[in-house]
């Protein structure tokens, strides 16, 4: 038989269109399922395991339902094509047996789901037995994290260290605008709401280090409001907890001296914002830096922290995350060199 050139040219297009979305579902096969690519199918306890396992029930009826749709769709338009007959096909009219089924499936599905979803929710909104939780106060500013500890009188900012094993009781509150706290290894997300207190309970049972974001657009650095949980042994999270009581070494070389009197003069204006336990200042509108050279970024993500990556930010931290509250001090380079030196010693 031969094809014409026209039914050739609708045969290449009808196999491109089949190759496209064969190769798009392959692209995305990868970044949506498997721990490897995408942490949020490998909880770190039993909360966050109630919503992975939530998650793949649902997953699999979508598919199912999407697979069954899109199968018949797809045979229909082949099997029922326009063939070149005249006139119009044979017109249906109403099936009870049909539309009884197609209603009677999709409740069943839901109510199913939404009986695993009660029990999901049981299982992540439980009190720790015994009560026995660690309090940290979570506080969502545009765009960092504040976290706060008040039962161990510590302050620090975009990386939560918590011990392993234990469950954490995260209160969320915001300084400005809606946030939202989401680490998928650990528990739930939650939104952090301006005027309202929210909480939620994370956990993970072993040590380990686990990203987050925010969740909720906030603003033009939303996507810049990384989070990072380390979870610590027990000993390593006490250790932890007395180096962040500690107000801090006096600056040892003579550039983190300037460093720390350039912070402390007006010219400086670093403490019109930021804290640094020991000195007398008590700022809150940037993040507490008492111990800012330990933490692993700078910029709540945007930049690891090693000397050259904070002389970057202080030389111009609007080049670097641009529409952030710090503004361009115009601090000159030598300025910029005695402020890193005493940061960095803030271990
Ligand atoms: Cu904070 Cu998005």
Redesign the pocket.
């Known amino acids: 038989m031969r094809v014409g050139r026209k039914g050739l040219m609708h045969r290449r297009r009808r196999w491109g269109a089949i190759a496209l979305i064969v190769a798009a579902g392959l692209l995305a096969w990868p970044a949506t399922v498997g721990a490897e690519a995408n942490p949020m199918f490998d909880p770190q306890s039993g909360r966050a395991r109630a919503v992975v396992d939530l998650t793949w029930v649902v997953l699999f009826f979508v598919a199912l339902v999407f697979i069954i749709a899109e199968g018949l769709l797809i045979f229909a338009l082949v099997r029922y094509r326009h063939r070149g007959e005249a006139g119009e096909p044979r017109q249906t009219f109403g099936n009870r047996r049909l539309e009884i089924t197609w209603t009677a499936i999709p409740i069943v599905i839901l109510i199913f789901v939404f009986i695993l979803t009660v029990r999901a929710m049981r299982v992540i909104a439980a009190p720790p037995a015994g009560g026995d939780a660690l309090n940290v106060t979570l506080i969502?500013h545009?765009?960092w994290w504040e976290y706060r500890y008040p039962d161990l009188g510590i302050v620090t900012a975009n990386e939560l260290h918590i011990p392993a094993g234990k469950t954490v009781h995260l209160q969320l509150e915001s300084a400005d605008?809606i946030?939202?706290f989401w680490v998928p290894q650990l528990g739930r997300k939650m939104d952090?709401v301006p005027g309202k207190i929210n909480s939620i309970y994370v956990q993970s049972d072993n040590p380990g280090v686990f990203d987050g974001a925010?969740?909720?657009?906030?603003?033009t650095q939303?996507a810049w409001?990384r989070i990072k949980v380390i979870a610590d042994s027990p000993a390593d999270f006490d250790q932890w907890v007395q180096a962040q009581k500690a107000t801090g070494a006096q600056p040892a070389s003579p550039d983190a001296l300037a460093g720390r009197g350039i912070f402390l003069s007006s010219a400086g204006n670093c403490a019109s914002c930021h804290t640094i336990n020991g000195t007398a200042n008590l700022a809150n509108v940037g993040p507490d830096l008492t111990h800012v050279g330990s933490r692993t970024t700078i910029g709540a993500g945007v930049l690891t922290n090693t000397s050259d990556n904070m002389a970057r930010w202080l030389t111009n931290p609007q080049q670097v995350k641009p529409g952030n509250l710090m503004p361009d001090l115009r601090l000159t380079p030598d300025e910029v060199r005695a402020l890193t030196a005493y940061l960095e010693s803030l271990k």
Do not use: L
């Not at 925010?214 to 603003?219: H, M, N």
């Open positions: 969502g545009q765009w605008v946030h939202d952090v925010c969740a909720e657009y906030c603003g939303h409001m």
